[in-house]
């Protein structure tokens, strides 16, 4: 079953601070991996997408991580801010004939940044 | 302006009652979405629209219908409200994306729904 797993569920960290989230999946055949941030009371906004062949991608002081071979992705939060809190979501989606099929939603890692 | 608008942006209703979720868009996109978020739960897929005269199911269907009136505009229905569809109802368009990438999803403000 195609499932895909993040960790931790929550997270506290200073501001200033960098810290990591992890996902892990299990969807085959991969198209895309995809990190949403989701604010308080907001629709998900699309941070980064990554493809088979790419296993870095920066957006600002986000930077996505992907391993295609252990099927584990990370999403790196550099000198954290105050706006960083709100939760991420990983979503990784099916490749179907070449193009982009279903989306596994993971349940998201919920960041809260204190000062 | 958003790109995404969803009204109501919150509802109260009782159980039995036949309520609508509106959902309009201004991005020109051709497919929409309709998703609930639980606490503690991914975001799951209702219903999708990859056109005006498509209609397909998604993962959790039951108890829902939905109306694509044109482009801009899909509507989600409950015909009986429920209280385990108590939750929190995102719309969402994409188009069909860049070859290779996929689409990105962009999606509304949401509609917190309460069934009592």
């Known amino acids: 079953k195609n499932q895909v797993e993040q960790s931790p569920q929550s997270l506290i960290i200073l501001e200033g601070k960098n810290c990591t989230l992890q996902c892990n999946y299990t969807v085959s055949p991969f198209s895309n991996l995809r990190w949403y941030k989701q604010d308080t009371g907001r629709g998900p906004v699309s941070l980064t997408i990554?493809?088979?062949?790419?296993n870095t991608k920066s957006n600002g002081r986000y930077t996505a991580t992907l391993d295609a071979d252990t099927k584990q992705s990370s999403l790196h939060i550099t000198a954290s801010q105050l706006s960083d809190s709100a939760s991420y979501i990983c979503v990784v989606s099916e490749n179907y004939g070449g193009s982009q099929g279903n989306l596994i939603f993971g349940k998201g890692t919920k960041l809260s940044v204190k000062p | 302006d958003a790109d995404v608008t969803q009204t109501p942006r919150n509802r109260i209703t009782k159980t039995g009652k036949r309520i609508m979720l509106e959902c309009s868009q201004t991005k020109g996109h051709d497919r929409m979405y309709w998703y609930r978020q639980d606490p503690g739960l991914g975001l799951r897929l209702i219903y999708y629209s990859f056109d005006v005269k498509d209609i397909n199911k998604g993962e959790i269907s039951d108890g829902y219908s939905v109306s694509r009136q044109a482009q801009a505009k899909f509507s989600l229905s409950l015909e009986s409200a429920i209280p385990n569809q108590t939750a929190l109802y995102f719309c969402a368009t994409s188009d069909s994306g860049e070859p290779g990438l996929g689409e990105t999803q962009y999606f509304g403000p949401g509609t917190r729904l309460l069934v009592l």
């Open positions: 990554m493809t088979f062949s790419e």
